[in-house]
């Protein structure tokens, strides 16, 4: 059983695949050499997975299921960020997180997230056959 408060951090040092530059696909798209707002939202389920460790068995993974998100502040190149998740409470099957990510100057985002547990052969024989 997973505590209300139990915590977990993850950081990351960011590098040029975690810019919001390196989405772009096409010389027509434009974006900050910034961390990117989905590099950062994968920090966040990170530090979530992390604190659900003692509650995935043998065979399962946890994935995200819903988030809010809100990316306030710019991160550059090199700079070391990190997430804190803080596990609320269990609705049903979903492990409802708070998460903070910050830098060196403060926060630059949050997010309420949940998570399930799952078999991961079944979760990816899904996908597998969703796409055959």
């Known amino acids: ?3 209300a408060g139990a915590a977990a951090t993850v950081s990351l040092q960011v590098r040029d695949a975690d810019l919001a530059s390196a989405f772009a696909e096409t010389q027509s798209e434009r974006y900050p050499d910034v961390l990117s707002t989905p590099a950062m939202l ?3 389920e990170r530090a979530c997975a992390k604190a659900m460790t003692p509650v995935v068995g043998e065979g399962q993974l946890s994935v995200g299921v819903k ?3 809100s990316h306030t502040q710019p991160t550059a190149r090199d700079v070391l960020v990190t997430a804190v998740a803080t596990f609320r409470h269990i609705d049903g099957a979903l492990y409802w997180f708070d998460v903070d990510a910050s830098d060196l100057a403060g926060r630059i985002g949050t997010a309420r997230h949940a998570r399930a547990v799952v078999d991961r052969v079944f979760i990816e024989q899904r996908a597998a056959q969703r796409c055959a």
């Open 42 to 44: 994968g920090l966040m």
């Open 1 to 3: 059983m997973l505590e």
């Open 67 to 69: 988030t809010e998100l």
